[in-house]
């Protein structure tokens, strides 16, 4: 089974993540940190030397060849991967699709005083806030086209989700 986390940045798919693939006793595949090795480059690197489009490309060749492999995996993918080149196709058409959908305070909190996060670098507390509110009016529709959303996500809620 492949099982995909989209969702906000912050909004917890790399922790629940890990949790859930631990629990599955499957692998636990962190779609940026694939993107960091293929290049070779962090992804603030990229971002910066290379381009936003750059990285929508390398993001949806790595997603594709993971869908189209053989193995299973719990992914984090990154927060724009399921909206650029369909990839929120790839995604259902190989996989069970959960959205994490957190409250706009908690991604607020969770990606505050974090410089990894190109798109959301170098803002006071309300840029940010009103940078996240934005990126996520923009994204929900394809969010929303996950085959389960989860409101509080946490471990249970996900295996119960998955009816595990
Ligand atoms: C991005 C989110 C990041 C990373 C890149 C772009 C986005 O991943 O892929 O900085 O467009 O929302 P996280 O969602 O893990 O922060």
Do not use: W
């Not at 995909?4 to 859930?20: A, D, E, N, V, Y």
């Not at 706009?104 to 806030?129: G, I």
């Amino acid at each position: 089974m492949k099982i995909f986390l989209i969702g906000m940045p912050g909004s917890g798919k790399s922790t629940l993540g890990r949790q859930l693939a631990e629990k599955l006793m499957t692998t636990f595949v962190d779609l940026d940190q694939e993107i960091e090795n293929y290049e070779g480059k962090s992804i603030t690197e990229i971002f910066a030397k290379l381009g936003e489009d750059h990285f929508r490309l390398v993001e949806s060749q790595l997603l594709r060849a993971f869908a189209s492999s053989e193995t299973s995996f719990v992914m984090a993918t990154g927060g724009g991967a399921p909206c650029f080149h369909n990839g929120i196709g790839t995604i259902n058409d190989s996989g069970v699709s959960i959205f994490l959908d957190v409250p706009l305070e908690q991604l607020v909190a969770q990606t505050s005083n974090r410089s990894t996060r190109p798109l959301l670098q170098n803002d006071s507390e309300e840029e940010l806030r009103s940078k996240l509110r934005n990126i996520r009016d923009k994204r929900l529709q394809f969010y929303q086209q996950a085959r389960i959303r989860l409101q509080k996500p946490d471990l249970d809620s996900l295996l119960k989700s998955l009816m595990l």
